[in-house]
Nanobody, 123 residues
């Protein structure tokens, strides 16, 4: 099982960035996906989750309206479109897959994790 995240980088406040995460080694289509992040010196926190059929989405309050989670089951890939980025969005972003059809805010529900991709937003 492998989750390979990419797309991180250094941007200015107000810019946009799209993260991708390619999954392999398991049947991606049946499971919920999620994105978490960890800022320096802080605990990992929930960002967004999307159900297996893309019908159910949940976002952290501080990214709602700015970030969009999506998936392409044909490509076994999940995405996080991030708009209007803020300096407080600076973090290492992790993709994750839960062995259930609908995800949650709880990291314990996620079985597989990518290594993370760094997003740095400067003011």
């Amino acid at each position: 099982v492998q989750l390979q995240a990419s797309g991180g980088g250094s941007v200015q406040a107000g810019d946009s960035l799209t993260l991708s995460c390619a999954a392999s080694g398991f049947y991606f289509d049946d499971y919920a996906i999620g994105w978490f992040r960890q800022a320096p010196g802080q605990e990992r926190e929930f960002v967004a989750t999307l159900s297996w059929n893309s019908q159910y989405q949940l976002y952290a309050d501080d990214v709602k309206g700015r970030f969009t989670i999506s998936r392409d089951n044909a490509k076994d890939t999940l995405y996080l479109q991030m708009n209007n980025l803020r300096p407080e969005d600076t973090a290492l972003y992790y993709c994750a897959v839960a062995l259930r059809s609908i995800g949650s805010r709880d990291s314990k529900d996620y079985r597989y994790w990518g290594r993370g991709t760094l997003v740095t937003v400067s003011s």
